[in-house]
């Protein structure tokens, strides 16, 4: 379970980093379309729902009683439907300013840096009681470390699409 879990989360950060480097600093700053994010802002949505999560793994825990990997068929089928336009919570909106690159970059490298620390670090299997996604009852370490590696695919997509979108313009 660790190593796929390990392998998900470098694989997941690769895909991601390719992408995103692909952007020049300019380009990370221009909206492609009306009502769309700048990658920066992308970027920037992606380090909040991914950061914090070392606090959350070391708080409150509980013996899990039911699979431990039952949520993320779930997760997947939510956040891996880009046919559903969804709207970020107030907490995790990105600010609308000038991001810079490097920054970004650096923190993405922290939130991937503390994810495989976390997954060698933690029992995998516990429920996390501090924090809960709404509409989800109580994630797993397993599962949270998979909510924040589908979350980060389903924006690697969209970063995609804002590349195409502005290498036309």
Not at 13 to 27: A, I, K, M, Q, T
Not at 37 to 53: C, D, K, N, P, R
Not at 110 to 115: R, V, Y
């Amino acid at each position: 379970m660790k190593a796929a879990v390990k392998q998900n989360i470098v694989q997941t950060f690769h895909d991601l980093n390719e992408v995103f480097s692909s952007f020049s600093e300019n380009e990370i700053n221009k909206t492609p379309y009306e009502g769309s994010w700048t990658a920066g802002q992308t970027v920037q949505h992606i380090i909040l729902a991914g950061s914090g999560y070392p606090e959350l793994f070391a708080g409150k825990t509980e013996k899990t009683t039911r699979n431990p990997e039952e949520k993320v068929k779930d997760i997947e089928a939510l956040f891996l439907n880009f046919d559903i336009k969804m709207d970020a919570p107030i907490f995790l909106q990105p600010e609308k300013k000038e991001y810079h690159k490097k920054v970004l970059t650096e923190k993405l490298h922290k939130i991937e840096f503390d994810l495989l620390d976390s997954a060698e670090k933690y029992d995998l299997t516990l429920t996390c009681l501090d924090f809960q996604v709404p509409g989800f009852d109580k994630f797993t370490i397993y599962e949270w470390i998979n909510f924040v590696l589908i979350h980060t695919k389903r924006h690697t997509n969209q970063l995609n699409k804002i590349l195409k979108s502005i290498k036309k313009l």
